[in-house]
T-cell receptor, first 112, second 117 residues
Framework: NAGVTQTPKFQVLKTGQSMTLQCAQDMNHEYMSWYRQDPGMGLRLIHYSVGAGITDQGEVPNGYNVSRSTTEDFPLRLLSAAPSQTSVYFC???????????FGQGTRLTVV | AQSVTQPDIHITVSEGASLELRCNYSYGATPYLFWYVQSPGQGLQLLLKYFSGDTLVQGIKGFEAEFKRSQSSFNLRKPSVHWSDAAEYFCAVGAEYSGGGADGLTFGKGTHLIIQP
């Protein structure tokens, strides 16, 4: 029972590089979201999607892009990494009727 | 927009003692409320949730929480803590998407629980 799978678990980028954080869920959940976790800040919503082809911005969307071509996958793209994007990133999914979010194990990203 | 306040950044409790973690929320309608726990280097695990009905909700690992609308609070309690309860605890509120469903959770900044032997 995989649940929500994030890859990679760790990543180091140089300033200006681009990369994609992968997120996949096997629970057929309509709702998926990306959060970043910073010390003393809790989790902040970056982007979310309520179904394939539908995405919207959360609290801190600048510097990140998302797309949702399938129900299962919700990748997060950093177009030009900045040191301020050093953080732990969590992907979550939930059923639109249950509201319970299931989280991946996180991706620890360092931008140098 | 909704918001969540966890007033205590750190709490230290002796093993076997009772625990209460505070959470206050701000939201214009009936909130969907959650408590999550995060062990070091791990993702978040749902402890319990409140949507409607009985204001005292039971969760996993012996935790419970009480929704008090008049105080805009959703405090987490446990009668007797164990060393394995040491972790970060997050309270969250969910907004109802216009089409139904959580419109993204808003989290508090977390409370770090330390257990003394």
């Amino acid at each position: 029972n995989a649940g929500v799978t994030q890859t990679p678990k760790f990543q180091v980028l140089k300033t200006g590089q681009s990369m994609t954080l992968q997120c996949a869920q096997d629970m057929n959940h309509e709702y998926m979201s990306w959060y970043r976790q910073d010390p003393g800040m809790g989790l902040r919503l970056i982007h979310y999607s309520v179904g394939a082809g539908i995405t919207d911005q959360g609290e801190v969307p600048n510097g990140y892009n998302v797309s949702r071509s399938t129900t299962e996958d919700f990748p997060l793209r950093l177009l030009s990494a900045a040191p301020s994007q050093t953080s732990v990133y969590f992907c979550a999914s939930s059923d639109l009727n249950s509201f319970e979010a299931f989280f991946g194990q996180g991706t620890r990203l360092t931008v140098v | 927009a909704q918001s969540v306040t966890q007033p205590d950044i750190h709490i230290t409790v002796s093993e076997g003692a009772s625990l209460e973690l505070r959470c206050n929320y701000s939201y214009g309608a009936t909130p969907y409320l959650f408590w999550y726990v995060q062990s070091p280097g791990q993702g978040l695990q749902l402890l319990l949730k409140y949507f409607s009905g009985d204001t005292l909700v039971q969760g996993i690992k012996g935790f419970e929480a009480e929704f008090k609308r008049s105080q805009s609070s959703f405090n987490l309690r446990k009668p007797s803590v164990h060393w394995s309860d040491a972790a970060e605890y997050f309270c969250a509120v969910g907004a109802e998407y216009s089409g139904g469903g959580a419109d993204g959770l808003t989290f508090g900044k977390g409370t770090h629980l330390i257990i003394q032997p």
